[in-house]
Nanobody, 126 residues
Framework: VQLQVSGGGLVQAGGSLRVSCAAS????????MAWFRQAPGKEREFVAV????????YYKDSVKGRFTISRDNANNTVYLQMSGLKPEDTAVYYC????????????????????WGQGTLVTVSS
């Protein structure tokens, strides 16, 4: 599957932003989808994941209640709606997909995903 990420940008602290990931290729609904982020000088970290049907979602503790992951299987797109943004949310956000994953939880890492989008920069100013 090929992933195209869009929607990043500059936002003030407390603001909102939505990033999108459009997938092409094999059946989108068979993929577990996730968002990761990587801040300058730091490792890539898990942000959120959503199951094939969208029925299960998990989040990094620090974004719970502020971020929402969702998917539209009819349009092959996954979204990350971010609100209450903080300067520490500043990072490049990556979309990831995998069709072999059998466990979906908040402890997933980059090694659990085989396909990646190009990333989009989200900058939160204080």
């Amino acid at each position: 599957v090929q992933l195209q990420v869009s929607g990043g940008g500059l936002v003030q602290a407390g603001g909102s932003l939505r990033v999108s990931c459009a997938a092409s290729g094999r059946a989108f609904s068979s993929y577990v989808m996730a968002w990761f982020r990587q801040a300058p000088g730091k490792e890539r970290e898990f942000v959120a994941v959503i199951s094939w049907s969208g029925g299960s979602t998990y989040y990094k503790d620090s974004v719970k209640g502020r971020f929402t992951i969702s998917r539209d299987n009819a349009n092959n797109t996954v979204y990350l709606q971010m609100s209450g943004l903080k300067p520490e949310d500043t990072a490049v956000y990556y979309c990831a997909a995998d069709e072999r994953t059998t466990i979906v939880d908040a402890y997933m890492g980059p090694q659990d995903f085989s396909s990646w989008g190009q990333g989009t920069l989200v900058t939160v100013s204080s």
